[in-house]
């Protein structure tokens, strides 16, 4: 069983749509990220979470928001979706007490979203 | 501030052949690097990274890096390329402030391709 799952892995909306796009992690990892990738652009960070009562901003965090439901739950919304939005959204864990040297980022599988 | 930059968002290569992909980066503190890899449909998957500990880091499925400061490289290689290796590889960089958490910039990507 996947340690990062996503869903929906696929999500067509429209212009307008209010929609959320879940993660779940079964690794214990008390850090949590969302990302967009983009041709060409690479990852950028769009909203990360140390713990379940610290939520911070990443670089392009405009238009969305997060929720941090539980340790092991994060979730991503698009409260008005516009089709800039279209992208492939990436959640990824990592662990605190392995910060610094050995802290990796694991990543779920992706959600792939077109907003028409 | 840091940032990365990957040299060729295309490479093609024969199976059997060098694999070469490039990677510098900028940083005003001692980095952290990564590579990471994408395959089809997948999330990333961590090849390799880089702490400081060796300049030269071997990684996952025959690849390895190595850091050069004075050039601001952190270049991938692999002697000989396997049709398998065929793939998204994202080179990364974070900063080693173990209070702000491993923050990740990544690189816009390099598709590597496989020619039998």
């Known amino acids: 069983d996947a340690d990062v799952t996503q869903t929906p892995r696929n999500r067509i909306t429209k212009t307008g749509k209010r929609i959320m796009l879940e993660c779940s992690q079964t690794?214990?990892?008390?850090?949590m990220y969302w990302y967009r990738q983009d041709p060409g652009l690479g990852l950028r960070l769009i909203y990360y979470s140390f713990d379940v009562k610290d939520i911070n901003k990443g670089e392009i965090s405009d238009g969305y928001s997060v929720s941090r439901q539980a340790q092991a739950k994060f979730s991503l919304s698009l409260e008005s979706a516009i089709p800039n939005q279209t992208a492939l959204y990436f959640c990824a864990t990592s662990d605190r007490r392995l910060a610094g040297v050995q802290e990796t980022q694991y990543f779920g599988p992706g959600t792939r979203l077109l907003v028409l | 501030a840091q940032s990365v930059t990957q040299l060729g968002s295309h490479v093609s290569v024969s199976e059997g052949a060098l694999v070469l992909l490039r990677c510098n980066y900028s940083?005003?503190?001692?980095?952290?690097l990564f590579w990471y890899v994408q395959y089809p449909n997948q999330g990333l998957q961590l090849l390799l990274k880089?702490?400081?500990?060796?300049?030269l880091v071997k990684g996952i499925n025959g690849f390895e890096a190595e850091f050069k400061k004075s050039e601001t490289s952190f270049h991938l290689t692999k002697p000989s390329a396997h049709m398998s290796d065929a793939a998204e590889y994202f080179c990364a960089v974070s900063a080693k402030n173990n209070n702000a958490g491993n923050m990740l910039t990544f690189g816009g990507g390099t598709r590597l391709m496989v020619k039998p």
């Open positions: 880089y702490t400081s500990a060796a300049t």
């Open positions: 690794k214990g990892h008390d850090r």
């Open positions: 940083s005003s503190v001692p980095p952290y």
